[in-house]
C-alpha cells in the first residue's frame, strides 16, 4: 500500500524553465509533507517542507504547493538550472505517527537540459 | 561536523552469511533511523531508535536487527543474508522537538549485494 506516490518516474525540463514535480498522497493523518533531493551515490538531502497549515512555502527558486482537499502537493523550480539534475523524493509525516513515522514516495529523477 | 557516517560504503554478502552495516552522527541526535532503497522504490523504514536503549520496528524490519547503546552508534545487523537483502541502505538521524518537522539527515549509503 504506496501511501504517497510520485507517479512521474522522470521529467525532463528545459534550462531556465519551470520545473514541477507532483506527489499525492492517501493518509489523510499526514500533516507535514518535506521534499528531498538526492545525487547519485549520496544520501538525501533535506529540499523544503510543508505544515498542513499551510497551502504555499516559498525558499528561494523552490515553492511547494499543497491542496489538502485533494490530497496532493506539487514542487516548483523556477527557473531550473543543470545542478537542479537529480530525484526528488516527496515525503510525509503525521503528529501522530512522532517524527520516526517518515512515508517516502518513489521518487522522481529530474533531467535539467542545458 | 562530520555528520552522518556510514561503513562499508560496498559490500557483497554470500546467501546466509551475517554482517553489521555501522553508522555513527556527531551532532548529538537524539533519533536515528534505517532506510532500505530497492530500484525504482522509495526508501522504506527498517528500524528506528529515539535514544540510547530504545529501538523499535519500522516497515520492513525482517532479517535485521539493531542496537542503540550509546547516542552516537546504531548498528543495523544482518543475519543470514537473503538475496532479498540486496539494496541501498542508509542511516539517518534527526533531532525531536521541532514541532515534527521531519528533516532527517542522511549518511552516503551503503550497496549491499547478496549472491
Known amino acids: 500500500d504506496q501511501q504517497v506516490k510520485q507517479n512521474s518516474p522522470s521529467l525532463s525540463v528545459q534550462e531556465g524553465r519551470i520545473s514541477i514535480l507532483n506527489c499525492d498522497y492517501t493518509n489523510s493523518m499526514f500533516d507535514y509533507f518535506l521534499w528531498y533531493k538526492k545525487y547519485p551515490a549520496e544520501g538525501p538531502t533535506f529540499l523544503i517542507s510543508i505544515s498542513s497549515i499551510k497551502d504555499k512555502n516559498e525558499d528561494g527558486r523552490f515553492t511547494v504547493f499543497l491542496n489538502k482537499s485533494a490530497k496532493h502537493l506539487s514542487l516548483h523550480i523556477v527557473p531550473s538550472q543543470p545542478g537542479d539534475s537529480a530525484v526528488y523524493f516527496c515525503a510525509a509525516s503525521g503528529s501522530n505517527f512522532g517524527n520516526e513515522k517518515l512515508t517516502f514516495g518513489t521518487g522522481t529523477r529530474l533531467t535539467i537540459i542545458p | 561536523n562530520a555528520g552522518v557516517t556510514q561503513t562499508p560504503k560496498f559490500r557483497i554478502l554470500k546467501i546466509g552469511q551475517s554482517m553489521t552495516l555501522q553508522c555513527t552522527q556527531d551532532m548529538n541526535h537524539n533519533y536515528m533511523y534505517w532506510y532500505r532503497q530497492d530500484p525504482g522504490m522509495g526508501l522504506k523504514l527498517i528500524y528506528y531508535?529515539?535514544?540510547?536503549?530504545?529501538?523499535d520496528k519500522g516497515e520492513v524490519p525482517n532479517g535485521y536487527n539493531v542496537s542503540r547503546s550509546t547516542t552516537e552508534d546504531f548498528p543495523l545487523r544482518l543475519e543470514l543474508a537473503a538475496p532479498s537483502q540486496t539494496s541501498v541502505y542508509f542511516c539517518?538521524?534527526?533531532?525531536?522537538?521541532?514541532?515534527?518537522?521531519?528533516?532527517?539527515?542522511f549518511g552516503e549509503g551503503s550497496r549491499l549485494t547478496v549472491l
Open positions: 531508535s529515539v535514544g540510547a536503549g530504545i529501538t
Open positions: 539517518a538521524s534527526s533531532t525531536p522537538g521541532t514541532l515534527n518537522t521531519g528533516e532527517l539527515f
